[in-house]
Structures are given as structure tokens and as C-alpha cells.
């Protein structure tokens, strides 16, 4: 069993950057492919940055618009989400997810298709 656990959440005022680190114990992270998603209360999660576990390719949703990185450290079975240029419309709670394979298809799978999940770390920008 796969335990996903993520940190680096805060409170930041607009436009001031965040990097959110997800840890992975129990298996290795060479062959999952991961992925953030955030959720606001009443809403659906939704998936904001993913990476492939076929070829590493990576897919975002549209409203990140290049303010976001995705990045995984197999050695260190580590995924990270760099953000910056964070807005008020940023905030949410945001979980790691890992699966494998990768759900086929391009662009982001939905949450549903993804087994493991962190505990999720909060996400809070101020205008």
C-alpha cells in the first residue's frame, strides 16, 4: 500500500509563490503516475497538474496558464508542485494522487481514475 503525504501548504498574499512537496512511502514512485488536484468546499476536486507514467509528459489545467511546475524525484519518491503568481481563486485544499499506470488519454484524468491520495495540504491567498 501506497502512503502519500503532503506539506508546503500556507497562507501567502497574491502573487507570492508556494512549493507543495508530496512524499510517497510503501512502493516505489518510478512506475505511478501522479498528480495534484485541489478542492473547495461544495465543489468538485479537480485536477490542477499531472505527469504521465508512460513517458513523463506532463498536462495542466488551463487556469494554471504557466504559473505552475510539476516536477517527481523518483529517487526520492517525491513529487513537487512549484506555484507562483498565486491568486485568491488559488485557494483550496490540495491533494496528491498516484496511480498506476496512468489512466490513457492526454490531458488530466479525472480524480477518480487516481488509487492513492494524501491527506491533502490547505492552500489560502489573500487579495
Known amino acids: 500500500q501506497m502512503q502519500l503525504a503532503e506539506s508546503g501548504g500556507g497562507l501567502v498574499q497574491s502573487g507570492e509563490s508556494l512549493r507543495l512537496t508530496c512524499v510517497a512511502a510503501g512502493r516505489n514512485f518510478h512506475w505511478y503516475g501522479v498528480g495534484w488536484f485541489r478542492q473547495v468546499p461544495g465543489k468538485e476536486r479537480e485536477g490542477v497538474a499531472v505527469i504521465k507514467s508512460s513517458d513523463d509528459s506532463t498536462y495542466y489545467a488551463d487556469f494554471v496558464n504557466g504559473r505552475f511546475t510539476i516536477s517527481k524525484d523518483n529517487a526520492k519518491n517525491t513529487v513537487y508542485l512549484q506555484m507562483k503568481n498565486l491568486k485568491p481563486e488559488d485557494t483550496a485544499v490540495y491533494y496528491c494522487?498516484?496511480?498506476?499506470?496512468?489512466?490513457?488519454?492526454?490531458?488530466?484524468?479525472?480524480?477518480?481514475?487516481?488509487?492513492?491520495w494524501g491527506q491533502g495540504t490547505q492552500v489560502t491567498v489573500s487579495s
Open positions: 494522487a498516484a496511480t498506476v499506470p496512468s489512466p490513457p488519454g492526454i490531458g488530466i484524468p479525472r480524480y477518480t481514475l487516481y488509487d492513492h
